[in-house]
């Protein structure tokens, strides 16, 4: 199960990371998003672990704990495709989708 993990403190670290979520099972991989410009945290990231029982076991126990001095939220992450703030698709005049422009518009 892939958890997103939000509201980290900017010093937790992926290993902090890591070692939190290994309390309740085996960790696949533990990452924080960093800014590819100033290679700062941006206070989020994301936990693999194998196993969904123990994923949903951390999620349930980790959700609004404490990290690092910041009560963090943990859930399970939506798959990219979901999350309708990405890619690409509509907006913006004359595009795909909004507006799209001309003075003759029918509804």
Not at 12 to 27: M, N
Not at 68 to 79: N, S
Not at 82 to 99: C, F, H, I, Q
Request: hydrophobic residues 25%; proline residues 3%; glycine residues 18%.
């Amino acid at each position: 199960m892939n958890i997103f993990v939000a509201k980290l403190s900017f010093d937790t670290h992926e290993d902090t990371l890591r070692e939190t979520f290994e309390e309740y099972g085996e960790v696949s991989s533990a990452k924080i998003i960093m800014d590819k410009f100033t290679g700062r945290s941006k206070g989020f990231g994301f936990v693999e672990m194998p196993n969904d029982d123990e994923a949903q076991a951390a999620i349930n126990e980790l959700n609004d704990s404490e990290l690092d001095g910041r009560t963090i939220v943990v859930k399970k992450a939506r798959p990219k495709e979901d999350n309708p703030r990405r890619g690409g698709g509509g907006g913006g005049y004359g595009g795909g989708g909004g507006y799209g422009g001309g003075r003759d518009r029918r509804y």
